[in-house]
């Protein structure tokens, strides 16, 4: 099991397929495994590299609180040391806001970044909703239960549950199959999701960048589209209207498309052959 020494932490990753490389940083209480239905697509032009952070999955936990800041650096110790001097960079929700930092902190390493569900800074109501996912988790005493019954919610819109009930069957046996995250890394790792603040950070990311957003998303909606985008100087937007925050699993097909045309355009083959 491939693990690297960075930033004073064993990380866990795994790597498949060839091309440059493509880092995939994993959201809220994932490990690397949550990009499984786009590495399948990606890995056929990439080098996709899915981490677990710190405090998840195969990682080490050490102790401490983290933030969106130190992931970021963690995952640009963990580039040097693979011999990786640039990368594309992608992240859903959490792994947007490290992905943020990364990109604005370490501009030279990230070729381009994909930013899915993300914003800039927590508002009063994403801190609400992630309070309530902390004292279900502390009440549950199981993070993973807590994601199936109270994070998928938001996740998935209500015809998802009403149509394709079968797919988040299957989505909840495969989060009960993966590494169990402790309540005590949760609470660290979703007072960094209520900390997030890259607001200063957004005009220093210089990457040729994505924004996706779920146009049913009532989590990071639509109402952080636009700091984004005025925000980071050499950006693009999509909206995939029919979804809600976890736009890569309730529409693969078209997620995988969209979001493998904007990485194949800004690849050194796709360059080279326009």
């Not at 710190?54 to 040391?81: C, H, L, N, W």
Request: one cysteine or more.
């Amino acid at each position: 099991m491939p693990k690297l020494v960075a930033n004073g932490i064993k990380m866990y990753y795994e790597q498949q397929g060839v091309g440059e490389p493509l880092i995939l940083i994993p959201y809220l209480s994932a490990d690397n495994a949550c990009y499984a239905f786009q590495v399948a697509e990606y890995s056929k032009c990439f080098s996709c590299i899915s981490l677990d952070l710190r405090d998840t999955g195969q990682s080490d936990k050490p102790g401490g609180d983290v933030s969106m800041e130190q992931y970021a650096d963690d995952i640009a110790a963990f580039m040097q040391e693979f011999g990786m001097p640039q990368a594309h960079v992608m992240g859903l929700s959490l792994g947007a806001a490290v992905g943020m930092w990364l990109a604005a902190k370490y501009p030279v390493k990230v070729k381009t970044l994909s930013l899915h569900s993300g914003w800039a800074k927590t508002d009063e109501y994403l801190k609400t909703v992630v309070q309530g996912w902390q004292a279900a988790a502390k009440g549950l005493n199981s993070v993973t239960e807590m994601a199936i019954s109270n994070m998928f919610p938001w996740c998935f819109t209500p015809e998802m549950y009403a149509t394709k009930y079968d797919v988040i069957q299957r989505l909840s046996g495969f989060m009960r199959s993966r590494p169990i995250m402790s309540v005590a890394s949760f609470m660290k790792q979703s007072n960094a999701v209520i900390a997030h603040d890259a607001e200063a950070q957004l005009s220093r990311i210089k990457a040729p960048t994505q924004i996706t957003f779920g146009g049913q998303d009532h989590l990071t909606s639509l109402r952080f589209a636009d700091q984004l985008k005025n925000g980071i100087e050499d950006s693009e937007l999509v909206i995939f209207e029919d979804c809600s925050h976890a736009t890569i699993y309730e529409n693969v097909e078209q997620f995988n498309t969209k979001t493998l045309e904007f990485l194949r355009r800004h690849s050194q083959s796709m360059t080279a052959a326009m």
